[in-house]
């Protein structure tokens, strides 16, 4: 099995190298290790334990035979831009500053990676380890020029930002978009990331976000996929909280043939706290993997998960959620909870909520349930004169509002809820 990895992630690294420019945002140790992790491990299949039910390797091989690096262009993203925020655009792993609100805002710097110092370039990979994925060293190595966001010192930022990341093309292409967001001392701010995918070709995008929440910081994340069938894509987020620091995200899912999510954060400060929330549907033969990981470095720190999904046809979604407890996080509050809707026989959840501890003085928990569509509510529902299709959406709705509600960005919520409601 070793020798078909090496073999797939070859193929890989000699197609994308003959076309993709690298931006020179790690140095050459780096580098190497990347590909050599790359060339030894290759890319995840499903004999990897945590990509049991997302075999990435398997989608290279049959989707992505000959992949290339020829993308269209794009001179407008009007379409997507949400009212009353500042925008930032990512085309095909490329941060375009022509298409972007750049430095609009006091208190806020954008930075392409290639016009970074050698201070900030050390930061990027710090906390995403080439050596612990085959889809972080992939990125690594092939990164397009992507850019850093920095909320300076104190800065209460009132604005939204929203990236658009989107990638296009007219054949097989593999994209790998990054960036790094720090949100300084005391300042807060809140980030919209929304994956488009235009074009007629199928394109696999391999995302790599790295956020550094400061010490009495905010930063306020929704990441909004919703890709379409020709969409394939796998986001990484990883994230470091500082004392007394708060991160709040929110994934919603709604489209993309294999969507897999990524999220790692650290509590690495005192009085630190994490939210992390999630609401996917998948339909037909889509794959849907919500990946996360909530580490408690250190004492007093709370943090809280909420996922829900909703399957039809022959789809497949998965929660994989683990809370760990390091010996020195004593006073942790910790909480998770899956919860899922199965409209379809054939359709399947899998669910693995985990507790690791190594404290006494915790209090965590973590739940998981799945089941069909409440058929005591349905009949409450049509009994008072709302039909049976009407009745469905009714309790599908309100099944996912409580994470819906959680969109604190007017334009964002209305936005889901409309094409939520049309999915279902």
Known sequence: MIAEKS????????????????????????????????????????????????????????????????????????????????????????FL???????????????????????????????????????????????GNGFHLKIEKGTQLQTPIQVIYVSGSDGESIVNPRNLIEVEEQGSATIIEQQVHIG????????????????????????????????????????????????????????????????????????????????FSAKQQQVVDNHTLMDHQVPNCESNELYKGIVNDKSTGVFNGKIYVRKDAQKTNAYQSS????????????TKPQLEIYANDVKCSHGTSTGKIDENALFYLNARGIGKESGRKLLLASFAQEVIDKIEVESLREHITHLFESEI
Do not use: W
């Open 339 to 350: 919860k899922n809707i199965l409209l379809s026989d054939d359709a399947t959840i899998n």
């Open 97 to 143: 500053e022509r298409l972007s609100d750049v430095n609009k805002l006091e208190g806020v710097k954008i930075t392409p990676f290639n016009e970074l110092d050698q201070a900030t370039k050390k930061k990027i990979g710090s906390i995403a380890n080439v050596e612990s994925d085959g889809l972080i060293a992939l990125n690594t190595a092939f990164a």
């Open 200 to 279: 007629e070709g199928k394109v696999f995008s391999n995302l790599l976000s790295e956020k550094f929440v400061a010490k009495q910081a905010t930063l306020i994340s929704y990441i909004f996929q919703n890709e379409g069938p020709l969409g394939y894509s796998v986001n990484t987020n990883q994230v470091v909280v500082a004392k007394e620091g708060h991160y709040d995200n929110t994934t919603i899912t709604l489209g993309g043939q294999l969507v897999r999510n990524n999220h790692q954060v650290v509590l690495a400060g005192e009085y630190s706290q994490a939210h992390l929330n999630g609401l």
């Open 7 to 94: 073999h797939t992630a070859q193929f890989l690294i000699e197609k994308i190298s003959a076309s993709a420019s690298k931006v020179g945002f790690v140095n050459d140790a780096v580098l190497t290790k990347a590909l050599l992790y790359l060339e030894n491990k290759g890319i995840p299949s499903n004999k990897n334990e945590d990509y049991k039910y997302c075999n990435v390797e398997a989608v290279f091989k049959k989707e992505f035979k000959n992949p290339e690096q020829r993308f269209i262009g794009i001179e407008s993203i009007s379409p997507y831009r949400l009212p009353g925020t500042m925008c930032l655009v990512v085309v095909n792993g490329t």
